[in-house]
């Protein structure tokens, strides 16, 4: 069972739509990271949340945290082909010093010009 | 330039050898982990190093071994390669994990033949 699960897994839209991913768990967690793939590099991060019904906006992104701080969504707004890549959602299991990531599958973003 | 540098970048052996993959993490960070990538599994959280020692271990193979040096790289050694090992390979430091982020690097991309 994946402790978080991403969805959809693909999405292919056309450049200037609005979309939203998602990002769902049965756990309760003290923060959740998002970040975002490039085809050939490493993971980098977004943003990280905290805050139960936070809401954190990155230019055209804006972040989520669901109240019961168990889920998580993005909203990207008039998405751009710059916008393409794979967005990973992850969470910290902390706990005798460890504080590994633990990620979701992600969500394969195009956006076509 | 994300500050962490893994070599190499790419890396193509036999079954049945062994590979040594080098990772130099962010200056000032002292936490190292290693993440292995695969279409199939996602990024799967291996190790954790924190200051020359070994904090935590995720989904490592016994056949996998890592170790962080007194100037803080860090060494990733798989032996005995099997054809399902073929994958990418991340780094990433912190400072202090989960309230400051994680950075990663470019990745080696292993490739069993």
């Known amino acids: 069972t994946q402790l978080l699960e991403q969805s959809p897994q693909f999405l292919s839209i056309q450049e200037g739509e609005n979309l939203t991913v998602y990002c769902n768990s049965s756990?309760?967690?003290?923060?959740l990271q998002w970040y975002r793939q490039e085809p050939g590099e490493g993971p980098v991060l977004l943003v990280t949340?905290?805050?139960?019904?936070e809401v954190k906006k990155l230019k055209r992104l804006t972040f989520q945290f669901g109240d019961a701080r168990k889920d998580s969504s993005l909203h990207i707004t008039a998405a751009q082909p710059g916008d393409t890549g794979l967005y990973l959602c992850?969470?910290?299991?902390?706990?005798?010093?460890?504080?590994?990531?633990?990620f979701g599958k992600g969500t394969h973003l195009i956006i076509q010009p | 330039d994300s500050g962490v540098t893994q070599t190499p970048k790419h890396l193509i052996t036999a079954t049945g050898q062994r590979v040594t993959l080098r990772c130099s993490p962010r200056?000032?960070?002292?936490?190292v982990y290693w993440y292995q990538q695969s279409l199939d599994q996602g990024l799967q959280f291996l190790i954790q190093?924190?200051?020359?020692?070994?904090?935590a271990k995720g989904n490592i193979l016994e056949r996998f071994s890592a170790q962080q040096f007194p100037d803080l790289h860090s060494e990733l050694n798989l032996s005995s390669l099997e054809l399902g090992d073929s994958a990418l390979y991340f780094c990433?430091?912190?400072?202090?994990?989960?309230?400051?982020?994680?950075?990663f690097g470019s990745g080696t991309r292993l490739t069993v033949v």
């Open positions: 190093y924190y200051n020359g020692e070994e904090r």
């Open positions: 756990s309760v967690f003290s923060s």
């Open positions: 200056s000032g960070d002292l936490s």
């Open positions: 949340v905290v805050t139960g019904g």
């Open positions: 992850a969470v910290t299991i902390s706990g005798g010093g460890a504080d590994g990531l633990t």
């Open positions: 990433a430091s912190s400072f202090t994990g989960a309230n400051y982020g994680y950075t």
